[in-house]
């Protein structure tokens, strides 16, 4: 296969369900739907699992933004940075999925199997 032939993508329900692995809460849907399919129901995990840690340092950094010094460095610099991560996890993963491979988050895919 040469070198600059595209790579096959999914398409209709399979596709939809691997972007909604990574968008968020909805990382639910296809986690309860797709219990036969062991490829998306991983890929689901890590999506919940992306989602959850998201909520959390998002929600301690507001908390941590009502402390004078502490805030102003939580919520101008590490919340951005925090949640373009994330975002920039969420794309990197959306894109390998749809390839047919399994992105690793760091740290986040250890906690994968179980959940």
Do not use: N
């Amino acid at each position: 296969m040469p070198l600059d032939a595209p790579t096959p993508l999914y398409q209709g329900e399979r596709l939809r369900d691997l972007v909604l692995c990574y968008a968020g809460p909805w990382a639910f849907l296809p986690y309860l739907r797709a219990r036969e399919d062991e490829d998306l129901l991983w890929h689901a995990r890590q999506g919940v699992i992306l989602a959850f840690c998201e909520g959390v340092v998002a929600l301690l950094c507001l908390i941590l933004g009502l402390f004078p010094l502490v805030g102003l460095l939580s919520l101008r610099i590490f919340l951005p940075i925090w949640l373009l991560w994330c975002l920039a996890m969420s794309v990197a993963s959306i894109l390998q999925a749809t390839k047919g491979k399994r992105h690793r988050i760091p740290v986040i895919h250890q906690f994968v199997d179980y959940l």
